[in-house]
């Protein structure tokens, strides 16, 4: 007997408002939604996330003193091209990448 078709659910745009949330939590959440685990017809081996937009990124808040200590690093690709810059910079220049 062969297996029922899967049905796939149209995306939605979710909007996340992040100020004064934590960003480890938060970014639990946006996992959660890309993923698709948040719907009855989730399978991990299809595409049934959705989109996600995050709003007021450059209100953030971490626990502790990961804002002074924590570093975010990157390679650009070429030779010793390894970057870092710590949080508040990061958040200065370009907050919406402190939940990627």
């Known amino acids: 007997m062969p297996f029922p078709p899967v049905r796939y659910a149209n995306p939605v745009w979710h909007l996340i ?5 934590v960003v480890g939590r ?3 959440q946006i996992t ?6 948040h ?3 989730f ?9 996600v ?9 971490f ?3 990961r804002a002074e200590k924590k570093t975010y690093k990157w390679h650009t690709g070429y030779v010793g091209g390894l970057k870092t ?6 958040i200065e220049k370009k907050p919406e990448e402190v939940t990627n």
């Open 17 to 21: 408002d992040a100020k004064n949330q």
């Open 26 to 28: 938060l970014a639990c």
């Open 32 to 37: 959660h939604i890309l993923r698709g685990k």
């Open 39 to 41: 719907k009855p017809t």
């Open 43 to 51: 399978e991990p081996s299809h595409d049934c996330g959705d989109f």
């Open 53 to 61: 937009v995050v709003i007021n990124a450059r209100d953030i808040k």
């Open 63 to 65: 626990v502790g003193p």
């Open 85 to 90: 810059m710590t949080v508040p910079r990061l």
